[in-house]
């Protein structure tokens, strides 16, 4: 299997001479003479030569090139070799070789997300194991357990299909097609309205509040109450209740239930100690015993505690929320005046109201004391693993979440996905990338977005590594992204690249003359100049990172 180095020179090897060879066979179909082909550059290492072009293998397998007759002007050529040399071709069939790297470039992630779309695979099912009580499938009457077969009259079968079947979907009833008990039957329930904002654009959906895993029992603990005289504290995760396990909180629930006010009850909980060492911050697990009564009232209520869902596991430092004096532990209460039930209600406002202040009305962990403030969502700025920055707006609190450890393993299905709906699938996609990176460099020319998401080859080099590492169907969609930024660079109008050759052969072809020599000559040192700082642009964000 190839490693690192290995990965890097095949990905950049296949897309540039898929590239090369759009040019080389439009080329030949046009009547131009192609002098040599090339697989990788510098000393040839071997080849041969059939009609009259040679078909070569050289030393650094980093792409390839196309060396056609006559594409200098300054080059000797014998007259048979000037009659079939490219700038003397006409302007349309320099057209047609020049488009054919970009195009073949955009076409070939189609073939590669094919062979990845096709056949068998396993994903997480629309089984619901989780309902937001506070959300609009629990006001519906959607259960854990349910497993929703279609949306508004749109069959779905996986879970990652359900946002794109909310998209324009809220804030009216929407038809829902749910499996309970073996049989099927239509639940209305009306989305709320959230906007899932990146870099490149923002998309309005609705949202329902499920979610394919099961969720822990992880209780909040108000300060004084029941819970806390008893030893619990906010985030400790109920294990075991009267020697029964408790893998969820729908388990709970129904243990709870069981037993009438008053039973002894005796609680295994997980409870994370934060600790640092320098800079480096942790949590240590540990297990601990917690007795206590079980006191009148239903779910958390029954232990004189509540749901974990509003209390802010994580604080961001220098946020807006730290800056209001929001502290870990403590509660979320009201939004401008509106009682909170649920962090996902939260999050769906806050994506509506972007830069727009809102009062906040938050209990504290130290003293119980309820603190309002107003308060506006900053942008937050953050780096991947590769250095790669991102910004967004936040308001810079989260609540407890599970690692994967702590997971009940969603339900899985097995997806077959038939020839011609692969091809549907590898042709719809296309174009959408295609879409999201013409937006992107916009952005960039514009100053909209920042110069530092440039990568170079070091940054080529890790995702070729990282994502082989995470199976072969994520290092074939690299290749396809690449290969389509690859097509769309060289389309922009930028000389030396495609773009500018499409667009000098489009132009001489309405002036019915050829671009004199001095404009080519001056035009190409301003593109070698422009491709040089952003090569080097490129290869400083690389090192800095």
């Known amino acids: 299997m190839f490693q690192g180095p290995g990965l890097f020179i095949l990905l950049l090897g296949v897309l540039i001479t898929v590239h090369e060879l759009g040019h080389f066979l439009v080329a030949k179909a046009c009547g131009v003479k192609v002098v040599r082909f090339s697989i990788g550059f510098g000393p040839k290492l071997f080849g041969f030569t059939k009609g009259d072009t040679e078909y070569q293998v050289a030393a650094l397998p980093l792409g390839g090139y196309v060396k056609m007759a006559g594409d200098s002007p300054y080059e000797e050529l014998t007259p048979e070799e000037a009659e079939r040399g490219f700038l003397n071709a006409a302007p349309w069939k320099r057209a047609l070789i020049v488009a054919a790297g970009p195009f073949f470039s955009l076409a070939f992630p189609v073939l590669v997300y094919f062979f990845v779309f096709v056949g068998p695979h396993e994903a997480t099912s629309t089984r619901v194991g989780y309902v937001d009580p506070a959300m609009p499938a629990a006001a519906a009457g959607i259960r854990p357990g349910d497993r929703i077969v279609a949306v508004d009259g749109e069959k779905v079968r996986t879970f990652p299909e359900l946002p794109e079947a909310f998209v324009g979907r809220f804030d009216r009833p929407v038809p829902l097609t749910i499996e309970r008990d073996g049989k099927q039957q239509i639940i209305n329930v009306t989305p709320r309205k959230i906007i899932d904002s990146s870099p490149i654009n923002s998309v309005e959906r609705g949202q329902i509040g499920i979610q394919p895993d099961r969720k822990p029992a992880v209780v909040g603990v108000p300060p004084g109450s029941p819970a806390a005289q008893a030893g619990l504290q906010s985030f400790d995760r109920i294990l075991a209740l009267n020697g029964t396990s408790i893998p969820d909180e729908g388990a709970l629930l129904e243990q709870l239930e069981k037993l009438p006010e008053g039973t002894a009850l005796e609680l295994t909980v997980q409870r994370s100690q934060r600790v640092e060492a320098g800079t480096v911050v942790g949590q240590v697990p540990s297990v601990t015993q917690v007795k206590l009564s079980r006191l009148q009232g239903e779910g958390f209520a029954a ?81 991947d693993r590769l250095g790669q920055e991102s910004s967004r ?52 020319a514009t100053g909209q977005m920042s110069t530092k998401t440039l990568g170079g080859p070091v940054m080529m080099y890790q995702l070729a590594s990282e994502s082989a590492e995470q199976g072969m169907d994520t290092f074939l969609n690299l290749m396809a992204i690449i290969s389509i930024n690859l097509g769309v660079m060289n389309l922009l109008p930028i000389p030396i690249l495609d773009g500018f050759g499409l667009l000098s052969a489009i ?39």
């Open 303 to 383: 232990l004189g505690a509540e749901p974990a869902d509003l209390y802010v596991a994580t604080l961001f430092p220098g946020s807006a929320a730290e800056k209001a004096g929001i502290r870990m532990g403590d509660r979320l209460v009201s939004f401008n005046g509106e009682p909170l039930r649920s962090f996902n209600v939260l999050a769906g406002e806050l994506s509506k109201l972007k830069e727009q202040s809102f009062k906040l009305t938050w209990r504290s962990a130290a003293d119980g004391q309820e603190h309002t403030g107003a308060l506006a969502q900053h942008t937050w700025t953050t780096k």
């Open 393 to 444: 707006l936040e308001l810079g609190v989260r609540p407890w979440r599970p690692s994967l450890a702590e997971v009940s393993p969603a339900d899985t299905v097995t997806v077959h996905v038939s020839i011609p709906e692969a091809l549907s699938q590898s042709v719809a996609i296309v174009p959408r990338i295609v879409w999201q990176m013409v937006k992107v460099i916009g952005r960039i």
């Open 507 to 545: 132009w001489e072809g309405i002036r019915r003359r050829p671009i004199s020599m001095r404009v080519r000559e001056m035009a190409n040192v301003v593109g070698i100049v422009l491709l040089v700082a952003l090569m080097v642009m490129a290869f400083y964000n690389d090192v800095t990172r």
